[in-house]
């Protein structure tokens, strides 16, 4: 629920149910965590009026189960009011083979919230937040809705930003799970730095998933910047490798502007 924006300068359109149809329509593999090219997120929102979204044209994901196309991804952050942001996604993913469905799916609805302003609000100390919603059913399977909720530690430093989630969820397969996620980043004012990940995820009674991602992030400046990582997991003993590619943009619509009646 990409990459992140330090100043989020971006206006959402009027209706926030016009936004999440588009988004369903559309088509990111990670559930209520939007920051890319990453599966969990940092303790940030936009600003009351601003919104930013995450789109991944395409990637791809390959195992020895199923090779398949994720294209596209699309995450939609609003902030509707001060330190609460509502994040919606959802993404397509297209077996390579024609055997298989094409399956919209990972698309939910949930709200973000500040708990503790720090470095990346530009206060001292670290930032801690707090992210939790629906899990929408995918179109194929026997998928139900679930829910989620995330804690999201963020810090800064000279030499980079690190960003800590644990997460808990039922899944559609209501099914308990948690996940967790250390974010390394490289110095922010470096145009273009080097980016880490490392999670772990526990599906009871199904699946334990331990993953790792690199990649680079390039800010172009505080409205646009381009992502890309590759990602290799280790899944109930199988190897998944991910390549994602993407971007995050942000704009300001003119009803939006301060005063504007």
């Known amino acids: 629920m990409a ?29 209520a965590r939007a920051y890319r090219p990453f599966d969990g997120t940092d303790a940030a929102v936009a600003d009351p009026g601003e919104t930013e979204i995450e789109l991944q044209p395409a990637g791809a994901q390959w195992s020895r189960e199923q090779n398949q196309l994720i294209a596209p991804a699309v ?8 330190d609460w942001e509502a994040v919606l996604e959802s993404q397509l ?13 990972a698309s939910g ?24 919603g629906v899990l929408l059913p995918d179109t194929t399977g026997d998928s139900r809705f679930g829910a989620s909720i995330d804690t999201i530690i963020s810090q800064r430093w000279d030499w980079g930003t690190t960003h800590l989630n644990i997460a808990a969820e039922l899944t559609r397969d209501q099914r308990a799970d948690v996940f967790t996620d250390l974010i390394v980043e490289g110095p922010y004012k470096w145009v273009v730095r080097p980016v880490a990940e490392v999670f772990y995820e526990e599906e009871f009674g199904r699946a334990h998933n331990l993953s790792a991602l690199v990649g680079a992030i390039w800010q172009v400046n505080d409205k646009l910047s381009f992502d890309v990582g590759f990602r290799h997991a ?28």
Request: aromatic share 12%.
């Open 3 to 31: 990459a992140n924006l330090a100043q989020r300068s971006f206006l959402l359109p009027r209706s926030l149910l016009a936004v999440f149809a588009a988004g369903l329509l559309l088509g990111w593999s990670a559930e």
């Open 75 to 82: 995450v939609y952050n609003y902030g509707f009011l001060k």
């Open 234 to 261: 280790i899944m109930n003993g199988s190897d998944v490798n991910e390549i994602r590619a993407g971007l995050t943009v942000g704009f300001m619509l003119p009803f939006g502007k301060p005063g504007h009646k």
């Open 109 to 132: 609805a949930f709200l973000k919230y500040i708990i503790r302003p720090g470095v990346l609000q530009d206060q001292l100390g670290p930032s801690i937040a707090t992210e939790f």
């Open 93 to 105: 993913q297209t077996p390579f083979s024609q055997s298989g469905p094409t399956n919209l799916s």
